[in-house]
């Protein structure tokens, strides 16, 4: 299978070889540049693709079978295959979606280098996100990260409006400060492996993994930190966060359902390869507790900025930190079944949070505002766009028979299961105080009558700008409802096996 491997690093470089070859042609100052055909294409088939091979390969290691390529370089096991699921899904999405977002744009002067650089760089953002999931050590995993950090500081700045680039230099800043720290981490690891593996190795995951008995616990215990500080930096954890709702307001709604739904489970992911080495190295309960903590510092903050939010794609943003907490306190809790259900919420909260960020997009291309005193009566103004942006809300907020239902209440049942039960109590109420808070926002816009405020939003006879988003959210809806509904033999195992993973990495 190593094919698939190469096939899927090749695939998203290659789109982006063709968008930046893609010829652009003006043709009229009032008329704009070329559409770039190319491009469109070119992002699409990438998308699809990269869907595709993450899911065949996520096959191939559902049963406890590592993947290897480029002399070891790459390598994919149960755990980053459940993280790659997750960024293909939301880069294929992104990929269909961003073909109808970026046609209201068509029409303004300079829109042929506009839409080459976003193509560009939403290609880009995916293969450093996929390559993150196909790291086979500490080293190329920060590379992969801070890759990240470059090109999507890039896409959040790409409007060049004030307020993106503030955002954008804010998280730069702040994340940069993060991956810093978390360089400290992986270099104290480091130097504490040099006892049992020599004073010149490559960190391999696996090589840790076996040598785990002959690591320091006091350093295991403060890597182990500084990775939780330094990547949770840009996983969004409290107090780190506050780069998250600025960027992923001001980014488009493609880019702010990756940043959202993969971005930040990228950095989670490197934070548990570091927990599977202070498992192995005997301090389980240690990073169990840490995780707790900012796992449950996340929901407390988040739930109660969601409350008093007035800008929609802000109030996704703190429903993020209150998901990547979730999460956070399944792996936590440390039940086998809490274990999966984090895992599973990796994807069910890719799916959730792709259908709202682009249900938000839909919204702000259709009204023309990003607060939601501005948008009214939309579940009748935008047929399709409406019903399903509420549909998300509810579906984050624990919706039965969403995706996310299933997914937080294994790790509810599974903090039960391991006596957690002050964990459990606090995350429940901070869960349902969020709930209130987007539940009243959400059905606000989408259920209450046009006002006068909201009243000018021109649509096309359907009310939707385009099929093609339309498309992209019937995508997620499908996967979130699904996951709901029937968990697939083949998933079950995958996550069954990345559970495993974590709880006895040797």
């Keep these: 299978m190593s094919w698939a491997l190469y096939t899927l690093v090749g695939v998203p470089l290659a789109a982006t070889g063709l968008t930046l070859l893609d010829g652009w042609r003006a043709i009229g100052a009032s008329a704009g540049d070329a559409d770039g055909g190319l491009a469109r294409a ?31 370089w790459l390598r994919l096991d149960s755990l980053g295959a459940v993280f790659l699921l ?38 880009l953002f995916g293969w450093s996100m996929l390559a993150v999931a196909l790291a086979a050590d500490f080293g190329t995993l920060w590379v992969a990260l801070e890759l990240t950090t470059i090109v999507s500081a890039l896409l959040i700045a790409i409007d060049r409006t004030d307020a993106a680039l503030e955002a954008s230099w804010k998280y730069v800043l702040i994340a940069s400060c993060g991956l810093g720290i978390a360089l400290l981490s992986i270099i104290v690891l480091y130097a504490t492996g040099t006892h049992a593996l020599g004073g010149a190795y490559l960190p391999r995951f696996e090589r840790f993994l076996v040598h785990a008995h002959g690591l320091s616990p006091d350093a295991v215990r403060l890597a182990f930190v500084l990775a939780l500080v330094g990547f ?42 570091f927990f599977q080495v202070a498992v192995a190295a005997g301090e389980r309960s240690f990073a169990e507790h840490a995780l707790i903590v900012f796992g449950v510092a996340s929901l407390a903050a988040a739930s109660l900025f969601v409350l008093r939010q007035g800008n929609y794609k802000r ?72 019903p399903m942006f509420l549909t998300a809300a509810l579906a984050l907020c624990g919706l039965p028979l969403s995706g996310v239902f299933r997914s937080e209440f294994q790790i509810v049942v599974g ?54 988003m339309v498309a992209a959210m019937l995508g997620c809806l499908f996967v979130l409802v699904a996951l709901g509904v029937h968990l697939p033999g083949d998933l079950s195992a995958l996550l069954a096996n990345a559970g495993h993973r974590l709880a006895v990495p040797a």
């Design 232 to 273: 949770g930096t840009k996983v969004g954890f409290v107090p780190m966060y506050t780069w998250l709702p600025d960027a992923h307001s001001e980014a488009p709604a493609p880019v702010s359902a990756m940043l959202s739904g993969s971005l930040l489970a990228g950095a989670l992911y490197a934070i548990l390869r």
């Design 315 to 386: 109030l996704l943003a703190y429903s993020s930190i209150e998901h990547m907490g979730i999460i956070a306190l399944g792996v936590g809790f440390g039940a086998p079944l809490a274990v999966a259900g984090a895992l599973l919420h990796v994807i069910t909260h890719a799916s959730a949070k792709g259908l709202a960020f682009f249900g938000a997009g839909s919204l702000l291309r259709g009204y023309d505002t990003k607060e939601v005193e501005g948008v009214s009566g939309a579940g009748r103004a935008m047929p399709w766009t409406g």
């Design 42 to 72: 070119a992002t699409l088939v990438s998308g699809i693709a990269s869907l595709a091979l993450a899911v065949v390969l996520a096959i191939a290691v559902e049963r406890g079978r590592v993947l290897e390529g480029a002399g070891g």
């Design 415 to 468: 903090g039960f299961a391991s006596a957690q039960y002050a964990g459990v109590a606090l995350a429940l109420v901070f869960v349902n105080l969020a709930f209130f808070g987007v539940i009243w926002h959400s059905g606000r816009m989408v259920l209450s009558p046009a006002t006068e405020q909201a009243a000018g939003v021109v649509t096309h006879p359907a009310g939707e700008r385009s099929a093609w």
């Design 86 to 123: 997750a960024t293909g899904l939301l880069y294929a999405m992104a990929a269909v979606f961003s073909i109808g977002y970026l046609k209201a744009e068509q029409g303004r002067p300079g829109f042929g280098p506009f839409a080459k650089r976003y193509y560009a760089l939403l290609n």
